[in-house]
């Protein structure tokens, strides 16, 4: 688990691509806002010198007409790299600094010239740098003069000619919006691209299942993935094994059926409790698809709604949610020798719209503590056995409802849903302890929400079993 995927860190990154957009954005916009602002304009202006003859010679041939000897050439390629700090030394900045009355230190003046040398060449580029351009252009050509007297005061030689004069500079040097939004874009790329990583690596949720199979050391049953959100503009949608049956997710969905239907016959299980560690898993969304999906099979299936705060499955399917498993469970009349049980529960049980599945709604309830540890629940699970071939309960998060912790030692098996990139490592170990600790028997884990890209592996082989009777079981229907 501790291995870094770089498969699950290019998805995590990818996933969130509108941060690095944004953060690209806003980088490149405040690149224009800090060079409009913050940045002060500066102006370079150039003059251009050429080391000319020292001695004439018929050697060689010059512009001019004159020669000049392969010895001055060499000399003159000695001497470039000397001019060079010559230009740039103090001296030479001071007197250009008494010549303009400059209000500036030498240093600074030091530090806005530089010098440059064409390749293969005898000629120096002397570029000055202000704020003011005409200040800029005035001291380059001020300081191309003051060299010569230098060269004529250290070496008694003429060899400096001035080939361009400086002119005033029309725009900014320091300034270029396009190469500066670029260089932010770049900078605000690789910032959010850091920042996700780093968010990656602290990210304690599940990234797929195999990391959800080394946790809870137990088998993934089912993968489902993530639904678009289209579909779930309309809760009615959220049975999507009716309305879309060969939706990806649908496919899912009874692949984990067909996992169950083994696990039941294997096992000689019916009830089935699902939770998960926190909200938002998906678990009310799995029990009704689930459910839709084992009717289809023609297996007769109960759903109760036990979870009082959301009542999904009593809203997915539009029970009558005035009488519910919250009553019945404070109802002192249903016992073992009553004899009127049958009628009761043939009245708290609802047919819904879709054939072979039937629910206990979750009734109203004003208390906050549900007492699912008592004799009326095993006698209407004790019923609901005998009556269907497989009946699911949707419970509420056992890490935060308290009350599916008693459910769990009631069935036949629990089965824990989990969310990719929302179900945290240590609730899922929470949840198992907990389920464990109760006396639960957890026959799997689902993971819920798993990308597209990733669902592909864990679909292979699916097929589909809506017009399979092989699995089918035939029970009588209860009466109502």
């Known amino acids: 688990m501790n291995e ?81 700090e010559i230009m740039k030394s103090r001296a030479v900045a001071e007197e250009v600094k008494e010549k303009l009355n400059l209000n500036i230190s030498e240093s600074s003046l030091m530090n806005n010239i530089s010098v440059t040398v064409k390749n293969d060449t005898e000629m120096l580029k002397i570029n000055v740098t202000n704020e003011d351009p005409e200040i800029a252009a005035l001291v380059a050509n001020t300081l191309s003069e003051v060299f010569k007297e230098k060269v004529r005061e250290i070496y008694s030689i003429e060899n400096v ?166 009553q019945a469970l404070d109802d002192k009349n249903i016992t073992e020798d009553n004899l009127n049980l049958h009628n009761y529960l043939n009245k708290l049980i609802q047919e819904t719209q879709i054939d072979n599945i039937h629910i206990i709604p979750s009734g109203v309830s004003s208390s906050t503590d549900i007492n699912f540890d008592s004799k009326q629940m095993d006698l209407i699970l004790a019923y609901a056995k005998d009556n269907y071939d497989v009946v699911l309960l949707d419970a509420p998060p056992i890490n935060i409802v308290s009350d599916t912790m008693s459910l769990c030692k009631k069935v036949d098996g629990v089965i824990a849903v989990s969310a990719i990139e929302k179900s945290k490592a240590n609730d899922l170990l929470e949840m198992k302890s907990t389920i464990i600790n109760m006396g639960g028997n957890i026959i799997g884990a689902i993971v819920n929400r798993m990308p597209m890209n990733k669902i592909k592996e864990y679909a292979k082989g699916y097929h589909s079993y809506t017009s399979s009777n092989s699995l089918a079981v035939t029970k009588n229907k209860p009466n109502n």
């Open 4 to 84: 870094i995927n770089l498969s699950e860190i290019f998805y995590y990154i990818f996933k969130r691509k509108y941060i690095i957009i944004l953060f690209t954005i806003i980088a490149g916009i405040a690149s224009v806002f800090y060079t409009k602002f913050c940045v002060t304009p500066m102006y370079t202006s150039t003059t251009t010198v050429l080391l000319s003859k020292i001695t004439t010679s018929s050697n060689a041939y010059t512009e001019n007409g004159e020669s000049i000897t392969p010895g001055e050439l060499s000399l003159n390629s000695k001497l470039i790299s000397t001019y060079s």
């Open 161 to 326: 000619i001035v080939v361009d004069t400086a002119l005033p500079a029309t725009y900014p040097s320091n300034i270029n919006y396009q190469k500066s939004f670029v260089l932010f874009a770049v900078v605000g790329f690789v910032f959010s691209c850091g920042v996700l990583f780093v968010a990656f690596c602290l990210d304690s949720t599940i990234k797929s299942k195999h990391e959800v199979e080394e946790l809870l050391d137990l088998h993934v049953i089912g993968v489902i993935p993530e639904v678009k959100k289209k579909f779930n503009l309309n809760i009615r949608k959220s049975v999507i094994v009716k309305d879309m049956p060969k939706n990806p997710t649908s496919e899912s969905i009874r692949g984990l059926r067909t996992n169950i239907i083994y696990k039941m016959h294997d096992h000689d299980l019916k009830t089935f409790l699902f939770t998960s560690p926190s909200t938002q898993d998906g678990k009310s969304f799995i029990v009704s698809n689930l459910a839709t999906a084992f009717s289809q099979v023609k297996y007769r299936v109960l759903i109760i709604d036990c979870d009082f705060v959301k009542s999904k499955q009593t809203y997915v399917f539009q029970a009558n949610n005035t009488l519910g498993i919250s």
